[in-house]
């Protein structure tokens, strides 16, 4: 399933109204024109229109016509809901189905805060994301159009955090923010997950702007539009929750430096992609060298979103790090490559897996160290094909800090040769295990071959190692 099938009611909304604002412009009015003097600082004028001699229309002109060329012919301005179809995605990651409507506001474990005039500490992830480039898109769709293409974004951000266990905290004009957070992990001692559910929401709607929107918005308007992703941990002990306002008038918010950092880094974030700050990145282990990168200012590296000196001489120097979209896109369910081979991995305490066996979905969660890890994959011949023999070959490729200290990242291979009479059901199979070492994203390559030559490449199966 792609992407676009994915969220195919959101998918399907922004090419109605692009190909209806398509329908309705004429030559005349591709582009969109301002006069310098109506709109000093904002207009884009086209160099070689007015070397035609085409003359420019006014801005209070071009906006008033604006309003009519683009009717809304949808049946009602109800917002779109892909919900049960994002839903699959929880199922893709292994979650159990979500029963619980999504609200907004106070985060559901903070509500007696509401009441009973107190606070409490508690750690939280905090993800914002706004829409960036939309202020003409008035001036060339209506403003029901607007409200449906902005919508339809805001909308499927919505659905895709509750799909990965977010909760929205509060929607700002064209923003959304939202925590990630579980009693359960903060008492496991696993706050890793709620990292990797807020990396993982921002992901995939990276790609919804990617696949979806950009494509169609671009051929349509030219319009520069885009979403930014800041994303941010910070740990119990430095995050505080409480009610603000009076009574009637108030919210239950968490009041953190590193909440504060997660909508810096929001700002400071390249048009589509996700920045994160330097505590996320340090508790699950993420280097320069495997998924991310840092930001690159007018030619020269910008390692971070703060960088201040006190009156005492002593420097505050907190890093950032963009994600690496279609690297880490790639590893996840709905961006690796179709395979013959088929892989499930499970993982528990000891080495046969008799205890606590758990299965486990590509980059869905963390998992503790020294478990095992048990690769089982299945490899199905085509018509015409018949080996009397397959090579599987897994191969590990170790990424950060820890690995990093070992020889070549304890990276190693491990083969195992299965004969056409090992057959189970008439599939070739062979499982391996590894134990979990090297806190960070590592990962296991398994390709079939036979006679030295590759029948199935290399898939990618990726760990999360707490």
Same mark, same amino acid.
Request: aromatic share 6%; charged share 30%; hydrophobic share 25%.
């Given at each position: 399933m792609s992407v676009k099938d994915l969220y195919k009611n959101l998918n399907n909304d922004i090419e109605n109204i692009s190909r209806r604002s398509k329908s309705k412009k004429t030559d005349s009015i591709n582009k969109c024109f301002f006069e310098s003097s109506a709109m000093d600082g904002i207009g884009l004028l086209d160099t070689e229109q007015i070397e035609n001699n085409i003359s420019l229309e006014s801005f209070d002109k071009y906006f008033g016509e604006s309003t009519a060329r683009t009717a809304v012919e949808r049946d009602s301005l109800e917002p779109l809901k892909d919900y049960e179809a994002v839903h699959s995605l929880r199922n893709a990651f292994g979650k159990p189905a979500r029963l619980i409507? %999504?609200?907004?506001?106070?985060? %559901? !474990?903070?509500?007696?805060?509401? +009441? #009973?005039?107190?606070? /409490?500490?508690?750690y939280v992830v905090t993800m914002f994301m706004d829409i960036i480039g939309s202020t003409k898109l008035g001036v060339s769709y209506s403003p029901e159009d607007v409200f449906l293409f902005k919508n339809n974004i805001i909308t499927g951000a919505i659905e895709t955090i509750n799909a990965f266990d977010g909760h929205v905290h509060r929607i700002m004009g064209d923003a959304v923010m939202a925590f990630f957070r579980s009693q359960k992990n903060e008492e496991d001692d696993t706050l890793e997950n709620s990292a990797i559910d807020a990396i993982n929401c921002a992901a995939y709607f990276i790609e919804v702007m990617n696949e979806i929107v950009k494509p169609q918005i671009t051929e349509i308007a030219e319009e520069n539009i885009g979403i930014r992703i800041g994303i941010d941990l910070g740990h119990k002990n430095f995050v505080l929750w409480s009610k603000y306002g009076i009574p009637g008038v108030h919210e239950v918010t968490a009041t953190s430096f590193f909440v504060d950092i997660a909508s810096k880094l929001q700002h400071k974030a %390249?048009?589509? +992609?996700?920045?994160?700050? !330097?505590?996320?990145?340090?508790?699950?282990?993420?280097?320069?060298? #495997?998924?991310? !990168?840092?930001? /690159?200012?007018?030619? !020269?590296? #910008?390692?971070?979103?703060?960088?201040?000196?006190? *009156? #005492? *001489? +002593?420097?505050l120097r907190y890093k950032q790090y963009v994600l690496n979209q279609s690297k880490y896109f790639s590893l996840l369910p709905h961006g690796t490559q179709p395979s013959r081979i088929n892989v499930i991995i499970t993982y528990s305490n000891d080495e046969y897996g008799l205890f606590n066996k758990i299965e486990y979905k590509n980059c869905a969660s963390a998992i503790p160290k020294n478990k095992w890890v048990k690769f089982h994959a299945t490899f199905r011949e085509t018509y015409g094909e018949q080996y009397e023999a397959l090579k599987f070959k897994f191969r590990v490729v170790n990424h950060g800090k820890e690995a990093g200290e070992k020889d070549n990242n304890d990276n190693h291979e491990t083969e195992i040769i299965k004969k056409a009479n090992e057959k189970e059901n008439g599939v070739f199979v062979a499982s391996h295990k590894e134990r979990t070492s090297y806190k960070g994203l590592q990962h296991m390559y398994i390709s079939v071959i036979s006679n030295g030559v590759v029948v199935e490449k290399e898939i990618i199966c990726s760990i999360f190692i707490q």
């Open positions: 409507e %999504p609200e907004i506001g106070t985060h %559901p !474990e903070f509500k007696h805060l509401e +009441s #009973d005039n107190k606070t /409490s500490l508690g %390249p048009k589509n +992609s996700i920045m994160l700050g !330097e505590t996320l990145v340090n508790k699950l282990g993420l280097t320069t060298n #495997d998924y991310l !990168e840092y930001k /690159s200012k007018n030619g !020269e590296v #910008d390692r971070y979103v703060i960088d201040v000196t006190a *009156k #005492d *001489k +002593s420097r």
